[in-house]
Each structure stands twice: as structure tokens, then as C-alpha cells.
């Protein structure tokens, strides 16, 4: 286990625009998988004690992933997200949208720009997130996302050293 993996959030709002960036004691094959398989993504993306429920989600470009954030009182916070691009291992993104349970988008969206690289057995993930509206960017900020995607990536680092045992 790697102490001190680089865990970095920046908020820029002239640019309306939140740049992550975090390292992961994992190979990038494993890494890659934990955001691309909707398995996987279910057991991690939520902070506790919320729960991620996919309906169903077609990773390749022009495909969706459909899903819930679920609260312990049964609480659903629908999102849509559509691939725009896909370098497999490398680099996707996508356009997220809060939606009802009927799938209709609450715009203005987001574009998100995930990019992969290894080196020495450590993953970075650098994930740009564009904001068509501050408005949009103000209200995410607000809900408590900083908070909560921190608490995500200690759900997914937890996720990869189990996985990375077997």
C-alpha cells in the first residue's frame, strides 16, 4: 500500500469548472474497470450511507448509463450520463445530467474528461468537470459534492485493495 496517493480538488469558477485529480494504488486495467463497469461503479460511487443503483448503462460512445443515487430512507436522486468518447484504458468522457426517474434531463449539464495513466503500479485519474451554467456549478458545489466524491474515492480505494487480493 502507497501512503501519501495525491488527492487534489479545484474548484475554478470564472471557468465553471471542478478539476480532480487522485492516485490509486492499483493497476490501471483495474482502475479503468471500477469506472466502466456498472458492477463495479455500483459499489463505490456513492458516499455512505447512500447507495448507487444503475438501470442500466452501455459503455461505448453514444451509450448511457442511467442511475440512481439512493439515500438509507429509499431517497432517489436520478442522473443520465452519454459517452462522447471513449480511448479505452486512456481517456473517456461524457455528458452528465441530473434526470427524473423517467429519464428526462434537468439542464444545463456537465461534460466530464476522464483521463488514465500508470506509473510505478500508481493509477492517476485526472477528471475534468466542465459546468454549462455557475448557476449549475454553485448548486452541485452546494449539494455537498466535494464532500461526498471525497468519501467516493475512499469507497473506490477500499474497493481496489479488496480487489486487488484476489
Do not use: C
Not at 116 to 144: H, P, W
Amino acid at each position: 500500500m502507497t501512503n501519501n496517493l495525491l488527492f487534489d480538488f479545484t474548484v475554478d469558477k470564472a471557468k465553471k469548472t471542478v478539476f480532480i485529480t487522485r492516485e490509486f494504488d492499483a493497476d490501471l486495467s483495474l482502475v479503468w474497470d471500477a469506472f466502466t463497469k456498472q458492477e463495479l461503479l455500483d459499489q463505490w460511487l456513492a458516499p455512505k450511507p447512500w447507495s448507487s443503483k444503475t438501470k442500466y448503462m452501455d459503455f461505448k460512445v453514444g451509450g448511457k448509463r442511467f442511475y440512481a443515487m439512493v439515500s438509507p430512507e429509499g431517497q432517489e436522486r436520478w442522473a443520465i450520463q452519454e459517452y462522447t468518447s471513449i480511448t479505452p484504458k486512456t481517456n473517456f468522457k461524457m455528458y452528465n445530467a441530473f434526470a427524473d426517474k423517467n429519464e428526462n434531463p434537468e439542464l444545463p449539464g456537465s461534460e466530464w474528461d476522464h483521463t488514465f495513466s500508470e506509473q510505478n503500479g500508481t493509477t492517476k485519474v485526472s477528471i475534468t468537470i466542465y459546468n454549462e451554467s455557475l448557476a449549475r456549478m454553485e448548486k452541485m458545489i452546494e449539494m455537498g459534492f466535494k464532500e461526498g466524491f471525497t468519501m467516493s474515492m475512499t469507497n473506490l480505494e477500499n474497493l481496489l485493495a479488496t480487489l486487488s487480493k484476489k
